[in-house]
């Protein structure tokens, strides 16, 4: 007698968190991964700059500063190669084995902080996007949207030394939060836009919601 054919795992679902500094980003992406969990579901959590081995030695030092004294095209085609770096030993072999993957920032950051708010113009971004990324875009990016004072209140609660961009002014995150917005206008299908100023519980419900919304899984997740 024949044995069937193997029956092919089904490719996982890519989600990313996107926003300004103090959104609440990592909270939400442990937080969405812990519930996706629960219900069965291999998660595999990660960020960016970094997310893998390679990754995180140049996200040491973009953050530092060790880029700025090149310039602006030179730091953005850094973020391009750790994030090609990313996709090939982390995000892609996840999503082939059935994973969803869940990474703080993606390649919208890089448009909005190189790109929107820098000095980079916007079609180098996007073409560098194209050569590093191409068809490997988030099926779900949920913006979580601030008030850029707001955000910086908790960054400088945290008490922790600012990085290469928490240095910048409020004039500069206010375009980084109006460059969000406007991919989220821009791409309604892949965006989801979540209030952050509301308290951490009420920004989870929302995300919850909009992922099972985006993937049709109520069902499943109620029934698990």
């Known amino acids: 007698m024949t044995e069937p054919a193997p029956t092919a795992t089904a490719r996982g679902r890519f989600i990313t968190l996107e926003g300004g500094e103090g959104a609440g980003k990592s909270t939400q992406a442990r937080r969405l991964a812990a519930f996706l969990e629960q219900k069965g579901i291999e998660v595999v959590l990660t960020r960016e ?17 060790g880029a700025e004294p090149f310039g602006p095209e030179a730091e953005t085609m850094l973020f391009a190669a750790a994030r090609r770096d990313h996709l090939d030993v982390t995000i892609l072999p996840a999503l082939t084995r059935g994973a969803w993957v869940i990474c703080d920032r993606f390649a919208d950051s890089t448009r909005v902080y190189q790109g929107h708010a820098g000095r980079v113009p916007m079609d180098l971004v996007l073409a560098i996007e194209r050569v590093t990324v191409g068809e490997n875009r988030p099926d779900l990016t949920l913006i979580l949207d601030l008030p850029a004072k707001v955000g910086l209140a908790r960054v400088a609660s945290r008490g922790n030394a600012a990085d290469r961009f928490e240095k910048e ?52 997740l109620v029934a698990s």
């Open 169 to 220: 002014g409020v004039a500069f995150h206010t375009k980084l939060r109006q460059g969000f917005k406007a991919i989220a206008r821009a791409e309604p299908e892949r965006c989801r836009l979540i209030d952050a100023s509301a308290d951490a519980d009420a920004v989870t419900e929302a995300i919850r919601a909009a992922v099972i919304e985006r993937f049709d899984i109520g069902a499943r």
């Open 49 to 65: 700059p970094g997310g893998s081995p390679g990754a995180e030695v140049l996200r040491h030092v973009l953050l530092a500063g």
